[in-house]
Structure formats: structure tokens, C-alpha cells
């Protein structure tokens, strides 16, 4: 199992940026993929974003495309996401999460973060 710890969040202007952060435990976290899913109220949950275990794919929900950017940092044990020009929409709870199954491309999350919030204001 890994544990996981999201910090970064907060709340910023549209168009501003933030740079969320997430350390992991555990020796295993090269080997896993990992992302971040948002959850805003009244919404479903998103799969943001995602990258494999060395950094070569990632993939990008449509509506941060261009603007969200994903990264790894595998000696950290971190992975980081990396948002520019953010929206109102943009608004939620960022959950970093990592696929402790240890799943095919693309991936499924068994672990989960507490979360940090992102505000967005008009």
C-alpha cells in the first residue's frame, strides 16, 4: 500500500496558476501509475490527469488540455500538477491517487490522497 499527501492548494484569481504536489511512502511508487481526479460539488469525478510509472504517457482530461501538465519525480517519490491559466471550473478537490492494481494503460486507482482544495475566483 502507499500513502499519499497533496498539498499545494489554495486559492488563486482566474488565470492565475498553481502547482500541486503530492509525496508518496513507500518504495513501490516507481512502479505505479498515478494521477490526480478533482471532485467539485454537485459534480462527478474526473480523472484530470495521468502518467505512467516513468513519465513517458501521460493523458489530459479535455477541458485542462494546454493548460494542466502533469510530471514525475520518481528519486521524490512525488508527482506534481502543474496548473496554468485556471478557470472558475476549475474549482474542486484535487485528489492525488496512484494504481497500486497495477493495471494496463490506462490506469485504475486503488489509492487516494486526503485531497487539497483549488478555489478559483471570477
Known amino acids: 500500500q502507499v500513502q499519499l499527501v497533496e498539498s499545494g492548494g489554495g486559492l488563486v484569481q482566474a488565470g492565475g496558476s498553481l502547482r500541486l504536489s503530492c509525496a508518496a511512502s513507500?518504495?513501490?511508487?516507481?512502479?505505479?501509475?498515478m494521477g490526480w481526479i478533482r471532485q467539485a460539488p454537485g459534480k462527478e469525478r474526473e480523472v484530470v490527469a495521468a502518467i505512467d510509472w516513468n513519465g513517458d504517457t501521460t493523458r489530459y482530461t479535455d477541458s485542462v488540455k494546454g493548460r494542466f501538465t502533469i510530471s514525475r519525480d520518481n528519486a521524490k517519490n512525488t508527482v506534481y500538477l502543474r496548473m496554468n491559466n485556471l478557470k472558475p471550473e476549475d474549482t474542486a478537490v484535487y485528489y492525488c491517487?496512484?494504481?497500486?492494481?497495477?493495471?494496463?494503460?490506462?490506469?485504475?486507482?486503488?489509492?487516494w490522497g486526503q485531497g487539497t482544495r483549488v478555489t478559483v475566483s471570477s
Open positions: 513507500g518504495r513501490a511508487f516507481s512502479s505505479y501509475a
Open positions: 491517487v496512484a494504481d497500486t492494481y497495477g493495471s494496463t494503460w490506462p490506469p485504475s486507482f486503488g489509492s
